[in-house]
């Protein structure tokens, strides 16, 4: 019955910024660890950062690493993922995931992890 939808995608020059929210229903956000991960065009899926459910815990992948920025508001069931100097290699479909645990799930992995909730998924276009 739990839902996690992506909300703020959309197109940005290269250089510029976006958004992104996570809201969960349903259930408890503050009980999860959250991922983020994308897909871009033809490529597998990508793991690149994550929160712990203790705010001052976050993660990066070596891709996004001091561009991208991963934040949590537990009292409104939201997790937040602010992208600046976007890059045209961002483009793709980004997805939050209610995670059992970080791991290495933000290493710019391709696998899948256990997860308890996935989000529908947001575009993020980056493009001039």
């Known amino acids: 019955q739990g839902q996690l939808v992506e909300s703020g995608g959309g197109l940005v020059q290269p250089g510029g910024s976006l958004s992104l929210n996570c809201t969960a229903s349903?259930?408890?956000?503050?009980?999860?660890?959250i991922g983020w991960f994308r897909r871009a065009p033809g490529k597998q899926l990508q793991g690149f950062a994550c929160?712990?459910?203790?705010?001052?815990?976050?993660f990066y992948g070596d891709s996004v690493k001091g561009r991208f920025t991963v934040s949590r508001d537990n009292a409104k069931n939201t997790v937040y993922l602010q992208m600046n100097s976007l890059k045209v290699e961002d483009i793709g479909i980004y997805y939050c995931?209610?995670?059992?645990?970080?791991?290495?799930?933000?290493?710019?992995?391709?696998?899948?992890?256990?997860?308890?909730?996935w989000g529908q998924g947001t575009q993020v276009t980056v493009s001039s």
């Open positions: 929160i712990g459910r203790s705010v001052g815990s976050a």
């Open positions: 995931v209610a995670l059992f645990g970080c791991h290495t799930y933000y290493q710019d992995n391709p696998t899948t992890p256990p997860y308890a909730y």
């Open positions: 349903g259930f408890t956000l503050g009980r999860y660890d």
